[in-house]
C-alpha cells in the first residue's frame, strides 16, 4: 500500500513539474541550442516564456503606402543585415508568416522603435522598443 501511495505521489509531482516548463517555439533554434534552452529552462523558466514572447511580439508590420516616398530612401532594408551561419540553408524565402526575428542582427533601442523596410514588399518591419517589450510581456504574464 506504501508503493501504492508513494507512485500516487511521486506521478502528481512530476506531472505538476512537467506542467510548468514552458513550450520552446522552434524559432529559438536559430540562435540557441537544445542543451541552452534546456538549460534556461531549469535555472529559469520565465525566460523561455520571454524569448517565446519576444520572437512573436518584439516586432510588427505596417504598410509602407504611409510613408511618403521621399522618405521610404531613409529606411535600410531589414534583408541587409540578415545574418544566417555559413552553413544555414533557406528552405524557402522570409516572408510575413514565416519571420524569424533572430535571423537578422539588427539592433533594438530602450525608449524608441525603429523602422525597416522588409524587402520589396512595400512593407515595413517595426521593432518596438525594449521598454514596450518589457511591458507588454509584464501584462500579459504578471
Known sequence: ??????????????????????????RLFFRFTQSQLDDIAAVNPSQIKYLNFYVNNSYYFVDAGIIPSQKLQDYEDVFEHLSLPSDY?????????NFNILMFNINFFENKSTAYLFG???????????????????????
Open 1 to 26: 500500500m506504501k508503493k501504492i501511495l508513494f507512485l500516487f505521489c511521486l506521478f502528481n509531482v512530476l506531472n505538476t513539474y512537467a506542467q510548468d516548463l514552458p513550450e520552446i517555439d522552434d
Open 89 to 97: 540553408q533557406l528552405d524557402e524565402s522570409i516572408n510575413e508568416d
Open 120 to 142: 520589396d514588399s512595400n512593407r515595413l518591419l517595426v521593432l518596438r522598443s525594449k521598454k514596450m517589450i518589457n511591458q507588454m510581456f509584464n501584462e500579459q504574464y504578471y
